[in-house]
């Protein structure tokens, strides 16, 4: 962002510029995005069912939080949608059960959910 502040002399007169003047050009940065998350993500793949009221799809979690986990889909969700969330532990015979999350962004078939 570019903001433009105009400079002049003080006249003879207090208040008044004279004629000549200077521009100064001040530069911020740019905007950056600000990271809302409320824990550090862990890299995983594993492997997991979602229950939508569309009914039953499987997908891979590839990182997790406390507060929720990226996925990769193999049919589209839309965000805000609601979904239950079975996760299977690799080399395991174990899961855990979200059984309440809602999707806060989608990107083509990956989707970032939140646990409610």
């Known amino acids: 962002m570019?903001?433009?502040?105009s400079l002049c002399e003080e006249g003879p007169k207090k208040g008044r510029c004279r004629m000549s003047f200077e521009?100064?050009?001040?530069?911020?940065?740019?905007?950056?995005?600000v990271d809302l998350r409320r824990g550090v993500r862990?890299?995983?793949?594993?492997d997991a069912s979602i229950v939508t009221a569309n009914g039953i799809?499987?997908?891979?979690?590839?990182?997790?939080s406390p507060s929720g986990?990226?996925?990769?889909?193999f049919k589209p969700l839309?965000?805000?949608q609601y979904l239950a969330l079975e996760v299977k532990f690799v080399n395991s015979t174990g899961t855990v059960h979200f059984p309440l999350a809602?999707?806060?962004w989608t990107k083509n078939l990956i989707a970032g959910v939140e646990f409610v």
């Open 57 to 64: 799809a499987t997908c891979q979690v590839t990182d997790i």
């Open 102 to 104: 809602q999707v806060q």
């Open 2 to 5: 570019e903001v433009a502040v």
């Open 42 to 46: 862990k890299s995983v793949r594993f």
């Open 23 to 33: 521009t100064l050009v001040v530069k911020s940065p740019e905007p950056r995005a």
């Open 69 to 73: 986990c990226r996925l990769q889909l």
């Open 78 to 80: 839309r965000p805000d």
